[in-house]
């Protein structure tokens, strides 16, 4: 079956590193996203990857997969007070009509 | 931005009563979803649909419908409304990639 997880908390200094982490079940999928959700919003597409790379980076994210565990993390550079969100790891497979499978997201708290 | 309007946006019903929510989109998009967002348990899927008059059960469909005859709009309906459904609805689209998501119908039952 699928299923994705992630931990539900974390918290980073403002200015630090945020490295949020998520693993899935599904060795068919084929592309992996990372959404943010803010307050009273919908979800946002932050970014992608393709199940064939390995990393992607796009000005302060950077997206690593290791398909072999799995897993993938998001890593934020600079964390900001406007980063503070949830942030939802989420699989496809190729031609899959139904949707992405979704974590339960990872809430990112900022400290001053 | 996909051009994804939900409405109601937010709503207070009564148990027992029916509740119907829909999603009008703008992109010509193929797909469409119905999700449920509550605290602990993330997004689930509710109904789908890959077509017009073409849709089909999510993980957590019982008690929902659904119906498409139009490829912009999309509702979800609640036959007999339970506290159960009390929940943060959200639309999304999809064309051949990532969900475009609308910003999500607040509905609470009393």
């Known amino acids: 079956g699928e299923d994705v997880e992630q931990s539900l908390f974390l918290s980073v200094r403002e200015g630090d590193s945020s490295v949020i982490n998520c693993t899935y079940t599904?060795?068919?999928?084929?592309?992996l996203y990372w959404y943010k959700q803010e307050p009273g919003a919908g979800l946002q597409l932050l970014t992608y990857?393709?199940?064939?790379?390995d990393m992607k980076q796009d000005q302060r994210l950077t997206v690593l997969l290791n398909k072999k565990d799995k897993h993938l993390s998001l890593r934020i550079a600079d964390t900001q007070t406007g980063d503070s969100a949830i942030y939802f790891c989420?699989?496809?497979?190729?031609?899959?009509?139904?949707?992405?499978?979704f974590g339960k997201g990872t809430h990112l708290i900022i400290q001053p | 931005d996909a051009g994804i309007t939900q409405s109601p946006r937010h709503k207070v019903t009564e148990t027992g009563t029916p509740v119907t929510l829909r999603c009008h989109q703008t992109?010509?998009?193929?797909?469409m979803y119905w999700y449920r967002q509550d605290p602990g348990h993330g997004l689930r899927l509710i109904h789908y649909?890959?077509?017009?008059?073409?849709?089909d059960k999510g993980e957590v469909s019982d008690g929902y419908s659904v119906s498409r005859s139009k490829t912009e709009d999309f509702l979800l309906t609640l036959e007999s409304a339970t506290s159960s459904q009390t929940s943060v609805y959200f639309c999304?689209?999809?064309?051949?990639?990532?969900?475009?998501f609308g910003e999500g119908s607040r509905l609470t039952v009393l």
């Open positions: 989420a699989e496809s497979r190729e031609g899959g009509a139904d949707g992405l499978t």
């Open positions: 599904d060795s068919s999928s084929t592309y």
């Open positions: 990857i393709f199940s064939n790379m």
């Open positions: 992109e010509n998009h193929r797909y």
């Open positions: 649909s890959y077509g017009v008059k073409d849709t």
């Open positions: 999304a689209t999809k064309d051949t990639g990532e969900l475009f």
